[in-house]
């Protein structure tokens, strides 16, 4: 069936570095693939979104590529600060539709000051 | 806009009893989602509404579970009888626009079935 995978699962990183999350789907028609960041016993929120016609979209710290041809799309981090520990779900929609979305796994990223 | 209220936050029930979890969306939203989150299967969408219509049950997993919408306010999600491996945080969302794009999710009810 349909799914995407999230890599990596865990990621540590020093303030102020770069952070990057991967993931892939396999449904060829998905249109629309938002990020959510969940912090520890909170409600996941959406952070930043990017439609199929799209290849890459920044919001001051952070950004979302997407490469269709490889079904591949990343959520970048940059100048993390200690308040970016969460975890994180990239999602994809399904059957070139807009109704249902498949989550990632997670990856938990955490920020060492 | 207070958001999506769930209730209850914390659901303690021992096995073989109905777990009623109860959501009101957003006002103005047209869609609502149920999730069930473990650490095991991640997010799962087990139903969605639209205008207070269920469009897909596909993820709800047995016929011990069942959902209902009957205004534009309110949502229900119930499990007859529960099980221990129905225990996750039960996620209720909701949309403005079209389908699943920019969901606002509840606080989430954390149940345990033991």
């Known amino acids: 069936g349909e799914n995407v995978e999230q890599h990596p699962s865990t990621l540590s990183v020093q303030e102020g570095d770069s952070a990057v999350i991967k993931c892939t789907y396999s449904d060829s028609a998905s249109n629309y693939f938002p990020w959510y960041k969940q912090e520890l016993g909170k409600r996941p929120q959406l952070i930043i979104d990017?439609?199929?016609?799209?290849g890459e979209k920044k919001d001051q710290r952070i950004a979302v590529t997407l490469n269709k041809t490889a079904k591949h799309f990343s959520l970048h981090i940059t100048e993390t600060q200690p308040e970016d520990s969460a975890v994180y779900f990239c999602a994809a929609t399904l059957r070139g539709g807009s109704e249902k979305l498949v989550f990632g796994k997670g990856t938990k990223l955490t920020v060492n000051p | 806009d207070a958001g999506v209220i769930q209730s209850p936050r914390h659901e303690v029930t021992e096995m073989g009893q109905e777990v009623t979890l109860r959501c009101k969306p957003i006002?103005?939203?047209?869609?609502l989602f149920w999730y069930r989150q473990t650490m095991m299967r991640g997010l799962e969408l087990l139903i969605y509404?639209?205008?207070?219509?269920?469009?897909?049950d596909s993820g709800m997993p047995e016929d011990r579970f069942s959902a209902k919408m009957p205004n534009a306010s309110f949502s229900t999600l119930k499990i007859q009888p529960s099980e221990p491996r129905d225990s996750a945080v039960y996620f209720c969302?909701?949309?403005?626009?079209?389908?699943?794009?920019?969901?606002?999710f509840g606080s989430g009810t954390q149940l345990s079935v033991l």
């Open positions: 509404f639209n205008n207070n219509v269920p469009i897909d």
């Open positions: 006002s103005g939203h047209d869609y």
């Open positions: 969302a909701s949309s403005p626009g079209t389908g699943a794009e920019k969901l606002f």
């Open positions: 990017i439609r199929s016609n799209v």
